[in-house]
């Protein structure tokens, strides 16, 4: 947003990867391995969803998770206090699915 401080890194300035890039996995640690991403709004992909990527030395499987539903609230709106509740309660029901199908959701990779 355009009230946020400017970063700087190494004497550069930098924006927040979300202004850019919704997912900004390219600041991922390219190493072999897993890697849990996050994301708060919905994309044309399953609610879970596996990529593997190759990195040096190996594979990255990023696994995605994505909200069920648009969640009802957005980062920057406070003033609805029965939203946020909402939104809590969402991201409960979703992290409760997500144990839940853990090993199914992710057993085949999906095409980048």
Do not use: C
């Amino acid at each position: 947003p355009p009230f946020t401080p400017v970063l700087r890194r190494a004497g550069r300035p930098v924006l927040d990867g979300g202004m850019v890039d919704n997912v900004p996995v390219h600041a991922l640690d390219p190493t072999p391995g897993d890697a849990l991403v996050l994301v708060t709004r919905l994309y044309p992909r399953p609610t879970f969803f596996r990529m593997d990527v190759p990195v040096a030395g190996g594979v990255q499987r990023r696994f995605y998770v994505q909200p069920s539903r648009k969640v009802p609230i957005s980062s920057w709106d406070y003033t609805r206090p029965g939203a946020m509740r909402d939104a809590y309660a969402l991201g409960r029901h979703d992290g409760e699915t997500f144990l839940r199908e853990l090993p199914r959701g992710f057993a085949e990779p999906v095409a980048a």
